[in-house]
Nanobody, 117 residues
Framework: QVQLVESGGGLVQPGGSLRLSCVAS????????MGWYRQTPGKQRELVAT?????????NYGDSVKGRFTISRDNAKNTVYLQMDRLKPEDTAVYLC?????????WGQGTQVTVSS
């Protein structure tokens, strides 16, 4: 059974930082493209970042997070990370982990990130 379990969300002030983690089980982790998306009520799910399978040499970021967020992976720990710096109130969302080798892929349950003073 495939499981993606996110952690690291919480409440942070504008300008602050958080690091999200997603631990995967039930898949050959290194073979999967991993990603982070975010969801807010009434809006479409938005791409945050993706990282390619294997060594993770290819990374893609959504325009709204470029230069502030960094995605990385540790295949030995079956974990993908999202380092979020210089957070803004508009980054407030549920952040979901995604794993894909072939469509449709797998989703985690999400972790809430709230950026507020």
């Amino acid at each position: 059974q495939v499981q993606l379990v996110e952690s690291g969300g919480g409440l942070v002030q504008p300008g602050g930082s958080l690091r999200l983690s997603c631990v995967a089980s039930g898949i050959m982790f290194s073979s999967y493209t991993m990603g982070w998306y975010r969801q807010t009520p009434g809006k479409q799910r938005e791409l945050v970042a993706t990282i390619s399978a294997g060594g993770g040499n290819t990374k893609n970021y959504g325009d709204s997070v470029k230069g502030r967020f960094t995605i990385s992976r540790d295949n030995a720990k079956n974990t993908v990370y999202l380092q979020m710096d210089r957070l803004k109130p508009e980054d407030t969302a549920v952040y979901l982990c995604y794993a894909r080798r072939v469509p449709p892929g797998y989703w985690g349950q999400g972790t809430q990130v709230t950026v507020s003073s």
